[in-house]
């Protein structure tokens, strides 16, 4: 996706966010470019209603930080949306899932596995996330102990 469709894609959050009319968000564009439609803008022009936006209040939502979930149907959506869950709970990317599959079964994307490959790296998900809570909590009786003394 180009810039330009970027902003636009931004600034039209930002009105449905901030709870404007088409006319109020027309005045907008026009206050701040003298232009009334974003497609007739430069780059530039975008980038400055964006801001006059956000001076409004509008915030921006940062990216996803675990990557797009990869789409799957039927039975498999559970699955995906565990492993889903394990990810996010462990600060992880989908990337490290398909790291996973690929070590695992040679097959680098998720969405290619078998319902039993599916299930297996669910399992393997599931030892890590045991395995990394369990280091969590003894590094937190380790800093807790010094303080006992």
Not at 42 to 52: E, Y
């Given at each position: 996706?180009?810039?330009?469709?970027?902003?636009?894609?931004?600034?039209?959050?930002?009105?449905?966010?901030?709870?404007?009319?088409?006319?109020?968000?027309?005045?907008?564009?026009?206050?701040?470019?003298?232009?009334?439609?974003?497609?007739?803008?430069?780059?530039?022009?975008?980038q400055?209603?964006?801001?006059?936006?956000?001076?409004?209040?509008?915030?921006?939502?940062?990216?996803?930080?675990?990557?797009?979930?990869?789409?799957?149907?039927?039975?498999?959506?559970?699955?995906?949306?565990?492993?889903?869950?394990?990810?996010?709970d462990?600060?992880?990317?989908?990337?490290?899932?398909?790291?996973?599959?690929?070590?695992?079964?040679k097959?680098?994307?998720?969405?290619?596995?078998?319902?039993?490959?599916?299930?297996?790296?669910?399992?393997?998900?599931?030892?890590?996330?045991?395995?990394?809570a369990?280091?969590?909590?003894?590094?937190?009786r380790?800093k807790?102990?010094?303080?006992?003394?």
């Amino acid at each position: 996706m180009s810039n330009k469709k970027i902003l636009m894609a931004k600034i039209h959050i930002a009105k449905k966010d901030l709870h404007l009319d088409d006319d109020t968000y027309r005045d907008v564009l026009w206050r701040v470019t003298g232009k009334r439609s974003c497609k007739d803008m430069t780059i530039a022009q975008l980038q400055d209603v964006a801001k006059d936006m956000e001076a409004s209040g509008f915030k921006p939502k940062a990216a996803p930080k675990h990557g797009k979930k990869p789409s799957v149907v039927g039975k498999r959506e559970p699955l995906m949306g565990k492993i889903h869950a394990m990810l996010t709970d462990m600060g992880l990317h989908w990337n490290y899932a398909h790291g996973m599959a690929d070590s695992m079964f040679k097959i680098k994307r998720l969405q290619w596995l078998n319902d039993s490959q599916l299930y297996k790296l669910t399992q393997a998900l599931s030892v890590h996330q045991k395995r990394e809570a369990r280091k969590a909590a003894s590094n937190e009786r380790k800093k807790a102990e010094p303080e006992r003394k």
